[in-house]
DNA sequence: CTTGAAAGATGAACTGG
DNA sequence: CCAGTTCATCTTTCAAG
């Protein structure tokens, strides 16, 4: 963040080499800083010094391995959306929401329902005791849809 | 992969100490050995060993930096279902719709619609842009739900 | 599991806009 | 003063024993 003569705040804009090193770093969350020199033709240190100032300002908020689903127990997925059953109830979900196992996202949304959850269960049973505890947990009804197939996942995406 | 003497196969197994692994690279990414050698308590060639074996079984697929859209100019967030216009089409849509920019991931699935899109753009008339080349490019009508707030994303799950 | 060599990351001192 | 470079040192990775 950057704060003007005028008082306003604004992200600093990413500049050529940023944007590069933030591509490279969702490609491969992994890559050395020789290999990201290579790519951006600055020094190692000059990368360095950039990545952490990436690290530091919240544009990489953080680096994940990522993981097969099925070949870690978890082949069932889908995505949840919930409606509160009161709506003048606390709406508190997220909150309540936030250390159920199994759920892996969850997003308010506009639409048909107030969130929309990404979840990920052993089994159709599992599935089953999930909602069961997501609709006592949180107040809400659910409806569910299943994932049949994942094409594509975490696909890097530039502005 | 093993193969049985029945001549079935199966997925080896996950022991604890590779679910604290695959746990501990979820969490961070770039967790060195020696982290995890402290975490699991075997020697750093081990847990090597181990995470070569993880990354060749596919159990972990790779590593990714994770970046926040908005900081990349990509506030805009949305689901969007989609349904071919001709059922007796063929039906490629992932194929299609693969390199185009701003579709992050690609599912199909079990409802209304036959897949289901999460997509970044800059602004609600790139939105618009977007929607269009996808039901032109892929002979669909859409369904969009935009995500107002992003709660928790990819967190980890373990079975 | 231990060990030594290669690769990578880090920090200090230095240079130019 | 800020961003980048080079160089020396320390850590991590990797393969051999």
Redesign the interface.
């Known amino acids: 963040m950057v704060v003007e003569h005028d008082g306003t705040e604004r992200?600093a804009a990413?500049d050529d080499v940023d944007?590069a090193l933030?591509q490279a770093?969702?490609?491969?969350?992994?890559a050395t800083l020789a290999t990201l020199a290579g790519v951006t033709g600055l020094s190692q240190s000059a990368v360095q010094a950039r990545v952490r100032k990436l690290e530091a300002?919240?544009?990489?908020?953080?680096?994940?391995?990522?993981?097969?689903?099925?070949?870690?127990?978890?082949p069932i997925?889908a995505?949840v959306e919930i409606t509160p059953l009161d709506q003048s109830q606390a709406d508190d979900a997220?909150d309540r929401l936030?250390d159920v196992?199994?759920?892996?996202?969850?997003?308010?949304?506009?639409?048909d329902a107030n969130?929309?959850l990404l979840v990920?269960v052993?089994s159709p049973s599992a599935l089953e005791d999930l909602l069961g505890l997501i609709r006592r947990e949180a107040s809400v009804s659910t409806r569910s849809?299943?994932?049949?197939?994942?094409?594509?996942?975490?696909?890097p995406?530039?502005?």
């Open positions: 992200r990413l944007r933030v770093l969702r490609e491969d969350g992994r300002r919240g544009v990489i908020a953080g680096y994940r391995a990522v993981v097969d689903p099925e070949a870690v127990g978890l997925t995505f997220p936030r196992p199994g759920i892996e996202a969850c997003y308010s949304v506009a639409g969130y929309l990920r052993p849809t299943i994932v049949l197939r994942t094409y594509f996942d975490g696909r995406v530039s502005p």
